[in-house]
């Protein structure tokens, strides 16, 4: 009778250990997740600002993009942390501001996350990034930008 109990006992133990180890994996999961949409959104919103401060200038590397940042910019509620972006977010830095838009015009991102959780090619930041690099480059690289909220067309 008592072999029985104890074999039931340690399965329990067993289980609520393995229900453990995938809730606290899932919760990191969530918590990357959370950190990339956050870097996704804020890089383009950095950028955006570093080509207004260098009149359309591509940034070189993450120091050069980082020094010409504001220490106390705040991106959704929170100073903007440029660990976390680095840690999630890719850039290229070996394209010019016209090579950029050349690539987003293609369908392709010089801005991507490393670990893919969304497809931000539509993401509002990323067009206004897109915008952005139309203001500063020739006219034959410019084309229509749909917004992806309501579909309407800007030129």
Not at 24 to 41: K, T
Not at 82 to 110: M, Q, W, Y
Request: net charge negative.
């Amino acid at each position: 009778m008592k072999r029985p109990l104890l074999v039931t006992i340690i399965l329990v133990v067993v289980a609520a250990c393995l229900i453990s180890v995938i809730l606290v994996r899932h919760a990191r999961q969530m918590l990357e997740a959370e950190n990339e949409v956050y870097a996704m959104h804020v890089a383009p919103q950095i950028l955006i600002n570093y080509l207004h401060l260098t009149s359309g200038t591509w940034p070189k590397s993450w120091s050069e993009l980082q020094a010409a940042t504001e220490p106390e910019v705040v991106a959704f509620g929170r100073k903007v942390n440029f660990v976390k972006i680095r840690k999630h977010v890719t850039i290229d830095f070996s394209l010019t501001s016209c090579e950029v838009l050349s690539e987003l015009n293609r369908g392709a991102s010089p801005i991507v996350p490393r670990d893919a959780v969304y497809d931000y090619a539509d993401d509002y930041n990323m067009k206004e990034l897109e915008r952005t690099l139309q203001i500063y480059c020739p006219a034959d690289l410019k084309r229509t930008v749909t917004e992806p909220s309501t579909g309407e067309v800007e030129k």
